[in-house]
Structure formats: structure tokens, C-alpha cells
């Protein structure tokens, strides 16, 4: 069971568990781009958006390279915590 603090503590709580989420979000959409979806691709800017519709190789190496690089940080958060 997951308890909340009062005050500064919960609040704290709250905006980790929120960043935690939009997180999760995040690399979903970086997960689905990898594997080739086209959904939201428009946000990330005309040119590199058209390469990804075109599901070009260097692309998607770039989106697998940045989630690989996501991945090592974390790790390397959570041993330092």
C-alpha cells in the first residue's frame, strides 16, 4: 500500500509520481516510433517528420540510440539513489 506525506512531502510525492507518468508516456511514443508508427510524428518538425514517414533507417537507429541513452541514465539514477 502507497501512502501519501501531508504537506511539502506529499506534494512532492505527487509532482514525482506525475513526472514518473509523463515519463512512461514519453518513451512509449519513442518505443512506437522505433517500431515504425507514424502517430504524432508531425510534432517533431517537417523535415525529420517526413524522414520517419518514410521510415527512413537513420531515423529510427536516432530513436533507438536516444532510448538506449534514456535507459543508461536511469540505471545509473537508481544506483545512485
Known amino acids: 500500500m502507497i501512502t501519501v506525506a501531508s504537506g511539502r512531502a506529499g506534494a512532492g510525492m505527487i509532482a ?24 504524432l510524428l508531425g510534432t517533431v518538425g517537417g523535415s525529420v517528420a517526413k524522414l520517419g514517414r518514410a521510415h527512413n533507417a537513420g531515423v529510427i537507429a536516432a530513436v533507438w540510440a536516444g532510448r538506449a541513452q534514456a535507459d543508461r541514465r536511469r540505471a545509473a539514477l537508481a544506483r545512485h539513489s
Open 16 to 39: 514525482a509520481w506525475a513526472a514518473c507518468a509523463v515519463g512512461l508516456l514519453y518513451a512509449a511514443i519513442s518505443v512506437y516510433w522505433g517500431l515504425g508508427g507514424t502517430w
